[in-house]
């Protein structure tokens, strides 16, 4: 009991120089500071070339693929959406004489347009219809043969 004045008086007089030193506190003149840096010669760049561009587009691409197909932050049990195909077949027309060519009205699902085409026909620059059969057609996508089906619901 007899300490705690001196305790009390003690803890008084910091709490009085504490305030007394940070009223009496100047800042400094300035935080910045001046550094000189080396300059080095600047690196010597390749000239633009099929290689760097083929460089550059697997950087831009094929680098952060995994990142992008493992997203941590997704929904548990989250699958990807299964690829969609770019032509769509509506129907088929096969006529009863041979005068006259099979046709087929094909869409395209990314831009919604339909075409009425037959065999040996573009769809586009790189689609050509190879042969129109009963409810199919089959189509060539830069060498690929994909079979495009009438969907039916009865």
Sequence with gaps: ????????????????????????????ESTARTVKTQTHRKARTLPLNEDTDTLKQFQKTDFYR??????????????PPRPQDHYRLLGTI??????????????????????IVSINDNLDADTKVISIKNKS???SINGHHRTLRLLSAF
């Design 66 to 79: 995994t990142v992008i197909d493992n997203n941590l932050f997704r929904p548990l049990g989250w699958t």
């Design 94 to 115: 096969l006529p009863k004489d041979d005068r006259t060519p099979p046709t087929a009205i094909v869409e395209t699902t990314i831009e919604h347009t339909t075409h």
């Design 1 to 28: 009991m007899k300490y705690r004045k001196y305790i009390a008086a003690s803890l008084a007089i910091a709490l009085f120089f504490s305030v007394l030193y940070t009223a009496t506190r100047t800042p400094p």
């Design 137 to 139: 057609v089959t189509i």
